[in-house]
């Protein structure tokens, strides 16, 4: 291959990588679309595409899927993130975070992969002694088997799982949810959330996730639909609502599902490395490494390489993961090594309990004292990434507010969502509590588009407010 | 007794990075660019000015003050100890820290900045430390403080965050803007002035401010300059040649020529908003219709985007868009422009015919005309042109406004003083705490009080008493909502936005990213400094 054509096909790359497929940029210059919308009118359009059209539409939904998976696994990890740094706050403050705490304290350290501290949170939980509605004891019940079954304690699980009441032990509701987050009985799940008639909402989630879990995708999009719309509407809620809590779980579903329609609408088309890319990923973002190196294994293009040296590494081959990556830097154009490298940490960290940082020395210096016209604002955003991902906090906010544009700050066409999300969210991480109402003002922003940012803005909110408690507070009036 | 409460040390960390790179230094002189001098130059006479504000925030510290954790930390405070009954707290203050000309700061201090604060016009202090019933000097270097009720221990000290002034420099009270004092600065912060010259005021590090000293650092950067230029324009000239270091706040036309020159840009607050509030002792302002009516007809979202190029946000209520209270459901947006539903409120109200000058009268004569009361700065582009769409906007559904410009000084005399005013338009900016209650509370409308406008609305007064008697985070979150969702519904302001705010920065000036905070900006100061090889 000669140097020109490897040149094509790393920009090739990077434009699947960086996820940026620039989906109908005239409605973007007219202001932003968000990814369900543009999702929707693309279903539409689908129903009478045919031929290459029909091909370019499946390849574009994919595109928008994965980009709106993308954008909600920001969501979830930052949502939960957020949300044990308000619990150990408001710890440390001495204030009641309410009967509910425990519970939600214990799904974030869930979904972040600390199991052991979600077993501790969910047991104190549970034998709080307060009073408890009979739905929340369940859901720590279901929980806490999660966080047991992680960690290979399969009788204590099922101990917790049989304690829950019948009529919501056999139905498709919370305990079916989390044994198929964990991959558990499988089959059973398939019968009990079969999608047949109307869904209520208590099953949207439990049954797309066991439809993600079982790789019926078929359904998803009508269940998507549904979960979309309720989204839209989530502030109507009246003034007297409960806050919304960080359940950062409903997010992971939802990004796991993006992932899994990305393949699906890939399974059909022609274009073989995209199909296997998307395959690739889903696996890959769904913590199915081992299926993920069967997919990806052989791959010759490098976005799905990457995703292989990922996937390697998540498995544990950590040499051949090497191997894989010193592979994709021989065949990559020096320009864009630094952002492969950049790329590549991202999806070694992304396995839960790995610190890659410290074990793949990527040379984030050089990376960043790279002309800055040079590098794109979503580079920024990965490197920004990395650090985030490995508790770097301060280091994420230097490359962040290195990229951020602060003139139209306001503006998700200038600004992207997830740029958003990781700013405001790394100025949380690193307690910069003096800049609070700013992380609040870019949630907000993303939440105009996407209402699941809510639980950003809520724990924000209430970390401001904890941290604000006793001040008077002074005011000027001025020209 | 509780005993020894022994304050937290203060951790560096908040150095890391600059001694991590072994990059800070020592020296250099940072300027900065003001639209006008400070009305005072101490603490106390003259804190309802932004520039005072600022500047005194660089030379007077109190016996507690913020981290930028916002975790409570002590500055001339040593350690402390809580009543058992926590209405009783005995500070025992720092030896040897001294006011910038050589005196040792004693209990007797702190006594008489409390003497002085009650003795002056300045209310906001006042209600801060109003909870504060008595306070012994055991010694020069302890105090008591006895409370009128039983506060929690970080409440406690919360209130001890004023500013101290020296006991020797106060020969008479109340303390003026004529005193001694306001006029020459005798702080024990991190600087002292040493020049105020025709267009500019000198600052230097004060020599007794003791170097790492037990959570409070010495600054690094020897000498701060501030300059006063009236016009905008000719500030931003004065940072792309290097005239000035720092500008508080640039105008959003020229953030991208800024950045394009190479400098830092600091996006640093949101927590303020431009208003027009009504004068609730006029008796048609009082009937909420009138105030919906021109809530309704004033095309806000017009003005911001033609005004401000729409670099801000239009706001729904009290609470800006960046604080944790404000409210985002769609039925609680800000009211849209609707100059048919104003016409409608104003013929619900009474105001149904129309004079000779398409002024609406209601069937005992008394005509839609009101005085709008603005403030007047040179170089101010951006007021002027509000109002006039104002005016033209009002004058569309027949109400007729007398525009009165003021000096700044003469417009809060107007308003918060004299409450002389039907409508006045300005900004409020808030701290961190975004505490709007001061402005509605119906209790708090003295002369110079935040609720000049006279707004008295028990379900309002409630909210906030509950509020303030919660310690729940979101059931203060719960009642500061309803508060912004009553208050929008009622309009006691026309709400109108929410600007964007960015500070500029030169290179050289390092650390200025990340702290700045959006009220007093120079609270940690002492954490920036100069690179002059830069």
């Known amino acids: ?50 031929g290459s059209e029909r091909e370019t539409v499946l390849l574009t939904l994919a595109a928008e899927h994965f980009e709106q998976a993308q954008l909600y696994t920001l969501l979830w990890r930052t949502t939960a993130s957020i949300g044990t740094l308000y619990y150990d706050i408001m710890e440390d403050n001495d204030v009641d975070a309410g009967r509910a705490a425990g519970l939600y304290r214990g799904i974030s350290y869930f979904e972040l992969g600390k199991y052991d501290n979600a077993e501790n949170s969910l047991q104190t939980f549970l034998r709080s002694g307060r009073e408890l509605s009979q739905e929340i004891r369940t859901k720590g019940q279901a929980w806490l088997g999660a966080a047991q079954y992680m960690q290979e304690k399969e009788q204590h699980a099922l101990e917790q799982w049989n304690a829950i009441p019948a009529p919501v032990r056999n139905d498709c509701s919370i305990a079916a949810y989390v044994q198929a987050r964990v991959g558990y009985n499988l089959d059973a799940l398939r019968e009990r959330c079969s999608p047949t008639g109307s869904v209520d909402e ?22 998507l639909e549904k979960k979309s719309v309720e989204a839209a509407y989530i502030d109507q809620k009246g003034s007297e609502a409960e806050l919304r809590y960080f359940d950062s779980s409903e997010l992971v579903t939802l990004s796991h599902a993006h992932y899994a329609l990305a393949a699906y609408y890939t399974r059909d088309v022609s274009n073989e490395k995209k199909k296997r890319y998307y395959t690739g990923a889903f696996y890959f973002h769904t913590g199915q490494y081992d299926k993920a190196v069967e997919v990806l294994v052989g791959s010759d293009d490098l976005a799905s390489a990457l995703y292989l040296a990922g996937a390697y590494y998540q498995t544990g081959s950590r040499t051949i993961a090497e191997d894989v990556f010193q592979y994709i830097e021989k065949t990559a154009d020096k320009e864009v090594l630094q952002d492969l490298q950049v790329m590549y940490a ?82 949380v991480m690193a307690k910069n509590f003096i800049s609070l109402s700013e992380a609040i003002d870019m949630f907000s922003t993303v939440m105009r588009a996407y209402p699941h940012a809510e639980a950003l803005v809520e724990t924000t909110s209430l970390i401001d407010v904890v941290t604000n408690i006793g001040r008077e507070g002074r005011v000027i009036y001025r020209r | 007794m509780k005993i020894n409460h022994i304050i937290k040390v203060f951790i560096f960390g908040v150095l890391i990075s600059g001694y991590a790179s072994g990059q800070v230094q020592q020296g250099g002189i940072l300027t900065y660019v003001e639209s006008e001098f400070p009305r005072a130059y101490d603490p106390i006479t003259a804190t309802d000015d932004i520039v005072n504000v600022r500047m005194t925030t660089m030379m007077y510290e109190g016996l507690f003050g913020y981290d930028i954790d916002r975790e409570i930390r002590s500055r001339l405070a040593d350690s402390y100890t809580v009543g058992r009954d926590n209405k009783e707290l005995t500070v025992r203050m720092k030896r040897g820290k001294r006011w910038a ?55 406690m000290l919360r209130k001890l965050t004023f500013k101290l002034v020296p006991a020797h420099k106060i020969n008479n009270l109340p303390l003026t803007r004529q005193s001694e004092l306001a006029r020459s600065p005798v702080g024990s912060g991190f600087y002292q002035m040493v020049r105020r010259g025709p267009t500019d005021i000198t600052l230097r590090a004060n020599q007794h401010f003791r170097q790492r000293d037990g959570g409070n650092m010495g600054p690094y950067i020897d000498e701060v300059r501030m300059y006063v230029q009236t ?36 996006p640093y607050e949101s927590l303020a908003y ?94 839609l005309s009101f005085t709008l009361v603005v403030p007047r700065h040179e170089g101010d582009d951006y007021t002027p042109r509000v109002t006039a769409q104002f005016i033209s906007d009002m004058r569309r559904i027949g109400i007729s406004i007398d525009l009165q410009e003021l000096e700044f000084e003469r417009w809060i005399q107007r308003v918060k003083y004299e409450h002389n005013f039907d409508l006045a338009f300005a900004q409020v900016v808030f701290d961190e705490a ?15 009080a935040e609720n000049f406008i006279s707004y008295n609305n028990p379900e309002a007064d409630e909210l906030i008493k509950r509020f303030r008697e919660t310690a729940s985070p979101s059931e203060r979150i719960n009642l ?55």
Not at chain 1, 203 to 221: C, D, K, S, W
């Open chain 1, 202 to 223: 208590q099953r949207v989630i439990p049954m797309i996730q066991t439809l993600v879990a079982t790789g019926q995708f078929e359904p998803l999009p009508a269940l």
């Open chain 1, 346 to 427: 991202m999806l070694a960290i992304e396995g839960r309990d790995s610190n890659v940082a410290d074990v793949f020395p990527i040379n984030m210096n050089n990376h960043q004292s790279r002309s800055r016209q040079n590098v794109s604002q979503d580079t920024y955003k990965k490197l920004a990434l990395v650090y985030f991902y490995n508790g770097k906090y301060d280091k994420a906010l230097e490359v962040l507010g290195a990229a951020f544009r602060t003139e139209r700050r306001d503006d998700l066409r200038v600004n992207d969502p997830g740029f958003m999300v990781l700013y405001g969210s790394s100025i």
């Open chain 2, 274 to 367: 431009h208003f027009i509030a009504f004068n609730f002792n006029h008796s048609i302002l009082r009937d909420q219709k009138v105030r919906q009516a021109m809530t309704y007809g004033f095309n806000r979202e017009n003005a911001l985007d033609r005004i401000y190029q729409n670099q801000g946000t239009l706001i729904s209520g009290p609470f800006p868009p960046a604080s944790a209270f404000y409210v985002r459901d769609r039925d609680a947006e800000p009211f849209p422009y609707d100059p048919a539903e104003a016409i409608r409120l104003l013929s619900q109200a009474g105001f149904n015919e129309r004079a000779s000058d398409g002024t609406r009268i209601n069937n005992n004569g008394d005509r």
């Open chain 2, 434 to 448: 975004g505490n709007v209650a001061p402005m509605f509370l119906s209790t708090n409308n003295k002369p110079g």
């Open chain 2, 101 to 155: 000309d050589g005196r040792e700061v004693t209990a007797r201090d702190v006594a008489k900045t409390i003497e002085a604060i009650w003795a002056s016009d300045n209310l906001q202090e006042q209600r801060i430390i109003s909870d504060i019933e008595e306070v012994r000097v055991e010694d020069d270097y302890t105090l008591t403080f006895l409370y009128q009720t039983p506060l929690p221990e970080e409440v």
């Open chain 2, 480 to 534: 500061n909502r309803r508060l912004h969702r009553l208050l929008r519904e009622d309009c006691p302001y026309i709400f109108l936005w929410s600007l964007n705010k960015n500070a500029a920065a030169n290179q050289k000036v390092r650390n200025f990213m990340t702290r700045v905070t959006p009220f007093s900006f120079f609270d940690y100061v002492n954490e920036w400094y100069i690179r002059e090889d830069w």
């Open chain 1, 1 to 50: 291959m000669n140097g020109i054509s490897i040149h094509i096909i790393i920009i090739l790359v990077l434009f699947l990588v960086e996820n940026s497929f620039s989906l109908q940029r005239a409605d973007r210059r007219a202001g932003y679309v968000p990814h369900f919308e543009r999702i929707s009118q693309l279903e539409d359009k689908l129903r009478t595409a045919r």
């Open chain 2, 231 to 266: 016009d905008v324009g000719t500030q931003i000239e004065f940072l792309l040649n290097q005239q000035v270091d720092v500008m508080v706040e640039i105008p959003p036309p020229a953030i991208a020529r800024l950045r394009a020159a190479g400098f830092q840009i600091k």
